[in-house]
């Protein structure tokens, strides 16, 4: 089973940036999509960025224009840039590979990562 290892979390103040990171440990083929969710406390586990596999993106409204995804040129490590971030950002946030294998989706999830933003 892949393990997808997250990076980059944190505590910054409001108006900052940070760069969150997410590789599989292992071997991985056929990724349809890579993304980040996050989860606030009280609150519902929410997409915040995808990339598929053709390059298409997609982000929540709340981030647009302020956080990026991206990947390396081997497709395997997904990366999120959050600019300009608010207290309102702050969650764990989790990164997700969907794959498509011998006629089946699956969905790999990273351990998550908090990022916490000061007013």
């Known amino acids: 089973q892949v393990q997808l290892v997250e990076s980059g979390g944190g505590l910054v103040q409001a108006g900052g940036s940070l760069r969150l990171s997410c590789g599989a440990s292992g071997a991985i083929s056929n990724i349809y999509a890579m993304g980040w969710f996050r989860q606030a406390p009280g609150k519902q586990r929410e997409l915040v960025a995808r990339?598929?596999?053709?390059?298409?993106?997609n982000y929540a409204d709340s981030v647009k224009g302020r956080f990026t995804i991206s990947r390396d040129n081997a497709k395997t490590t997904v990366y999120l840039q959050m600019n300009s971030l608010k207290p309102g950002d702050r969650a764990v946030y989790y990164c997700n590979f969907t794959t498509f294998n011998a006629l089946r989706w699956y969905d790999d999830w990273g351990q998550g990562t908090q990022v916490t933003v000061s007013s």
């Open positions: 990339i598929r596999t053709e390059g298409t993106t």
